[in-house]
Nanobody, 126 residues
Framework: VQLQASGGGLVQPGGSLRLSCEAS????????IGWFRQAPGKEREGVSC????????YYRDSAKGRLTISRDDAKKTVYLQMNSLKPEDTGVYYC????????????????????WGQGTLVTVSS
């Protein structure tokens, strides 16, 4: 199983980015996919997650209304559209998978996810 995150970069406050997480070596339909952020000197934290089958999506409070998670199982890819970015959104973003559902209450602890991608850096700065 491999997860490849991409799409990070440097963006000004208020700008947008779309992150992608491409999976290989599995049938993505059976998995929930989460996005996590790790800011410098801080613990990794869940930002958003989308379950399999029912497609339920979850967001941490600071992300609601600004981030949108989606999935394309045929392409084995999950996306995180990030709008109205703020400096506090800065960090390395990782995607990870676990069986079927995201788990509640959200955010689900990182330890409950089984496979991880390598991360992509997002820097929000003027």
């Amino acid at each position: 199983v491999q997860l490849q995150a991409s799409g990070g970069g440097l963006v000004q406050p208020g700008g947008s980015l779309r992150l992608s997480c491409e999976a290989s070596g599995l049938i993505l339909d059976y998995y929930a996919i989460g996005w996590f952020r790790q800011a410098p000197g801080k613990e990794r934290e869940g930002v958003s997650c989308i379950s399999s089958s029912d497609g339920m999506s979850y967001y941490r409070d600071s992300a609601k209304g600004r981030l949108t998670i989606s999935r394309d199982d045929a392409k084995k890819t999950v996306y995180l559209q990030m709008n109205s970015l703020k400096p506090e959104d800065t960090g390395v973003y990782y995607c990870a998978i676990r069986d079927l559902f995201c788990g509640t209450p959200y955010p689900t602890p990182p330890a409950e996810f089984d496979y991880w991608g390598q991360g992509t850096l997002v820097t929000v700065s003027s």
